[in-house]
């Protein structure tokens, strides 16, 4: 079986690590996955690529289409001929996007219902990543939740002490990881700094996790006291399952799939967005940190079966299904 990985290459690295990932642990199962980068950025810059898209369809044999992101998909139906369309929605591409006052922006939010009128009409497949976004698509009969999977051989357990080191991180720090690119305004950092500054704790340093390479990431996830999250909205973010993975205490705010996928694990905590009971979160979070150290999270997803063969194989089956 021969797939055609659709996915947005905008990123420093190219194609980005979650896909790279996910195609990778397919290929080890059995289908051939080819990937086929899309350059450029909104509606119009996607279209360029749509010739580009209908020249290795008509050159190449393929026997499914697997695009990932709502723009990417558009490009697939655009282009394909006889060969099948799984989509994968990823979050604000269903949900829309956030300004920096938590608001939905105007833009996103015809995005989305464009979207969610594809999904319900044209795709052979489509995958969300919550259930928030399922229902969503008016289509159950062809949706179905499947979170992206995390490499445990690649995020786990680390000593602490020993990623500190080789980090050059101090040992008399409090270190909390921002999940994302702080200047991107759906994520919603300003919640995470007011939140911190009420702790009134001089030794606190915030790393926030953009343009770091995933040897590092991994070590970070393990020097680390704290994982910050205060997003306004997410799918299934591959950030928390990387640090449950690493067994890193967390704060969240009730996004995505967060709720479900950290679940009853202890020095994981789930907060509204006002900054004083974030805060709290934060502060029981290094208490636990402190006492216990590390959480039971790569249990808790080895018991979802959310490490990135379970889930290879999940997609695999709709490869064959369809």
Request: hydrophobic share 40%; net charge positive; glycine share 6%.
């Amino acid at each position: 079986m021969r797939i055609l990985f659709l996915s947005s290459g905008n990123s420093d690295k190219g194609i980005s690590p979650i896909f790279l990932r996910q195609g990778e642990s397919i290929s080890k199962l059995g289908p051939e996955i080819v990937y086929f980068s899309i350059r450029g950025k909104g509606l119009k810059g996607y279209m360029k690529n749509m010739f580009a898209v209908r020249r290795s369809l008509k050159t190449s044999e393929y026997d499914v289409v697997h695009a990932h992101y709502g723009l990417t998909g558009i490009i697939a139906l655009l282009s394909v001929r006889k060969e099948k369309v799984v989509i994968s929605f990823m979050g604000d591409d269903i949900c829309g996007s956030n300004s920096s006052s938590g608001k939905v922006t105007v833009i996103s939010r015809y995005l989305s219902l464009l979207n969610s009128f594809l999904a319900g009409t044209f795709y052979d497949q489509c995958i969300v990543k919550s259930e928030e976004m399922f229902l969503k698509i008016k289509r159950p009969e062809k949706t179905v939740i499947i979170p992206n999977g995390v490499d445990l051989k690649c995020f786990r357990p680390l000593d602490k002490f020993s990623a500190r080191q080789e980090l050059e991180i101090s040992h008399d720090k409090k270190v909390l990881l921002f999940a994302s690119d702080p200047s991107r305004p759906e994520k919603n950092f300003d919640l995470a700094r007011k939140s911190i500054s009420l702790l009134e704790n001089n030794k606190i340093e915030i790393i926030p996790l953009v343009g770091i390479s995933q040897d590092k990431l991994v070590k970070l996830y393990n020097a680390a006291d704290v994982l910050l999250l205060s997003s306004f909205h997410e799918g299934s973010p591959n950030v928390i399952k990387e640090a449950m993975a690493c067994n890193c205490p967390i704060v969240s705010t009730k996004v995505g799939d967060v709720n479900w996928v950290m679940q009853d694990t202890e020095g994981c905590f789930i907060s509204s967005f006002d900054p004083k009971e974030y805060s709290e979160k934060i502060k029981a979070a290094l208490l636990f940190s402190k006492i216990k150290g590390r959480t039971q999270g790569r249990k808790r997803i080895l018991d979802l079966k959310l490490d990135s063969q379970s889930v290879a194989e999940k997609i695999i089956k709709i490869y064959h299904n369809i």
